[in-house]
DNA sequence: TTAATATATATCATATTACTATGTCTGTCA
DNA sequence: TGACAGACATAGTAATATGATATATATTAA
């Protein structure tokens, strides 16, 4: 896989996939491990220790719920369902990014001809 | 200012935002923030222990070397220069920057309708 | 004159968070 | 029966951005 996105490159955005990913129906760790493998088109892989810690975080904050499955077989799942705030969030983070990219091209690629230091 | 860029949305990218002021020409850290300043449209501020912590990380990685600057008068203003293997870096850093925008685009943005989980 | 502000560099402690390593359990298939 | 895939989970570690704090000089406003 990839391996050239460094994990200093996803910080901070965890959440939001993880939440992109509920916003459209309720799934469990390994299904949403396996659905970013595949959003991704194979190029990352976000580690299941990171995903079961975020979990955790979202459900604090009141972002996602959780609630067994009724599985008779095989391994039990834990569902994930997006609460209102959850969605909410997801909104709010989803134009951060778009704004951040802005700033960040011209961070990261900007040249210093016109630039007013004051 | 701003306030709508989160920390850990600009995590890892501090390096490469110094490096990109730096391969315009040698600058000190007073100089440098206020660049990052200027150059996000006053949008985006880089706090000063972060860009001082970063340059002990930058030179000890050898992309950047220093020297003080011969003021008469004043604070004294230790300059900074980029290496070549900064200026490695720097490129490599852009590409992972665009490869990884584009990756993101999809897991924040994407849709799972036609996502193969396999 | 004095107080505030801008210029300039620096360190320490702290919080957040992603990852490595590890463990447990079930079911399937060769 | 033994390997592998599915499924969940925790403990410990490492990296890094920041708040708080400190020091020193020069300029400007009250």
Do not use: P
Not at 51 to 62: G, P, T, V, W
Not at 78 to 88: A, D, F, M, V
Request: charged letters at 30%.
């Amino acid at each position: 896989m990839g391996g050239r996105i460094s994990t200093d490159l996803i910080r901070g955005h965890t959440d939001t996939i993880i939440l992109n990913i509920l916003r459209h129906g309720d799934s469990y760790g390994y299904e949403i491990y396996k659905t970013i493998i595949a959003l991704s088109g194979r190029q990352y892989e976000l580690k299941e220790a990171t995903l079961y810690s975020a979990f955790r975080r979202l459900e604090q904050d009141d972002l996602i719920t959780s609630y067994w499955g009724d599985e008779t077989q095989g391994g039990r799942r834990k569902y994930y369902r997006i609460t209102k705030k959850g969605l909410e969030t997801y909104e709010q983070n989803l134009k951060d990014w778009r704004f951040a990219k802005g700033i960040l091209d011209k961070l990261i690629e900007g040249g210093l001809e016109n630039v007013d230091r004051q």
